[in-house]
């Protein structure tokens, strides 16, 4: 086993080999620029440029036409929500969003409330899930954009796009979703799922970081968005900026073995997952899983262990690279804000450890992994009055705290 141990698999991926094999010649002698079109060099990069495209379209069920390239699933983000909105701006100012949305879409939208759209935040359940009825009464005639993720990047709780983008459908509202956590992990389908805008990351499928993509629905509606970034022009007007050429070929290929891989990954990291969780869950008590196991990404496990502080718990487990439910913000350590969604107080929130397994996680490191956890949780826990407490019966709601 190699340590530390990399399981933090949401953050960013390791790069497949495969894919850096892809891109190499791109770096080197095929090294055009894909908008030169008179001479060899911009015509190689135009084709694998073209390709690339492909790739990601097939991914999800587009066209290659549909497929806007950018610097990742931020930038994706920012153009579809500021895009839609100064695009469709006579039509309606009223954006939906939800709560748990990661924050380059929750900044955008507050952005846009500076520039006088009116936003709505759906609270989420307990598991995770937006309410449809909720989110149904909540669109008006001056809706003009839903933007709800695909999979959160923090409990993998996945929601329920295709009823989601039925419901745009059927109220002539566009759907814009998240798909980053998603996308490669499980099937996608933006016919299927009604979906007029999709995110895209290639560094979360075991590609290269600083590139990704926007799906741009052109066929009933076709989609219009106002560009972000001046320029030449590229990419149907609606990304200016040359084309990061080996970036885009690693997004290709990485979309490429992702969908030829994904049944077989997928089962695979459900049964590393379920194993972590069910020894977690069985040998520790006051031991709580966030968000639906049900609806949830099959590499995704986030689990809160009460009496036990995240950041002491991380500190515990050097050898192992996973994130705490807390965001270091400034100087302060705020608890996770999409746990506080849930219901989640903020102890059990800043108890929190997420595992993101992925594609080179071996189940050897999976076992070391629950292991140490369970280690280090109980020895914690030796050092904390609070579960001494409640393992002595006391029940600590109505203990009376005095300060001296
Ligand atoms: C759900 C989600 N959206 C957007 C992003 C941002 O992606 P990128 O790093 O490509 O800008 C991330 C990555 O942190 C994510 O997990």
């Not at 996308?183 to 933006?190: A, D, E, L, S």
């Not at 891989?261 to 899983?289: F, G, H, I, N, P």
Request: hydrophobic share 40%.
């Amino acid at each position: 086993m190699q340590m530390p141990i990399y399981m933090d698999n949401h953050a960013t991926t390791p790069l497949d080999p495969r894919v850096l094999d892809a891109m190499m010649p791109f770096f080197k002698d095929q090294f055009g620029n894909a908008a030169s079109r008179n001479h060899a060099f911009g015509w190689q990069a135009e084709e694998a440029v073209e390709t690339a495209r492909k790739q990601v379209a097939s991914i999800i069920g587009a066209n290659a036409k549909e497929i806007v390239f950018t610097s990742g699933a931020t930038e994706s983000n920012n153009l579809a929500l500021k895009g839609v909105a100064e695009m469709y701006g006579e039509r309606g100012n009223h954006i939906i969003t939800a709560a748990t949305e990661h924050k380059c879409v929750l900044d955008s939208t507050k952005k846009l409330e500076k520039h006088g759209y009116r936003i709505t935040y759906l609270p989420v359940m307990a598991d995770g899930l937006v309410d449809l009825d909720m989110l149904r009464e909540s669109m008006t005639d001056k809706t003009i954009l839903v933007s709800l993720m695909y999979a959160n990047n923090e409990i993998g709780v996945i929601q329920p796009v295709r009823e989601i983008g039925k419901l745009c459908k059927e109220r002539g509202v566009l759907f814009h979703t998240d798909a980053t956590q998603a996308v490669g992990k499980i099937p996608v389908n933006v016919i299927s799922d009604n979906v007029d805008l999709l995110s895209i990351s290639a560094h979360k499928m075991y590609g290269p970081k600083g590139v990704g993509a926007l799906y741009v629905r052109r066929k009933s509606p076709r989609v219009q968005l106002t560009a972000q970034m001046d320029g030449g022009g590229h990419e149907r007007g609606m990304r200016s900026g040359t084309l990061n050429v080996p970036g885009i070929v690693g997004l290709g290929s990485a979309c490429h073995f992702a969908a030829a891989e994904m049944a077989e990954e997928a089962k695979r990291l459900r049964y590393l997952r379920d194993k972590l969780k069910d020894r977690l869950l069985s040998e520790l008590d006051e031991t709580y899983v966030n968000g639906s196991m049900e609806h949830r990404l099959p590499n995704n496990l986030n689990i809160s262990f009460a009496y036990v502080e995240g950041e002491s718990l991380l500190m515990g487990v050097t050898d192992i690279a996973v994130s705490s439910g807390s965001a270091c913000t400034s100087a302060t350590l705020e608890p996770s804000y999409v746990l506080k969604a849930l219901g989640a107080g903020d102890d059990l929130a800043h108890s929190s450890i997420r595992y993101g397994i992925g594609r080179f996680n071996t189940e050897q490191e999976v076992d070391y992994v629950a292991e140490k956890t369970i280690a280090v949780v109980k020895k914690l826990r030796e050092l904390s009055p609070l579960y001494e407490m409640v393992k002595e019966g006391i029940d600590l709601t109505k203990v009376q705290w005095t300060a001296h």
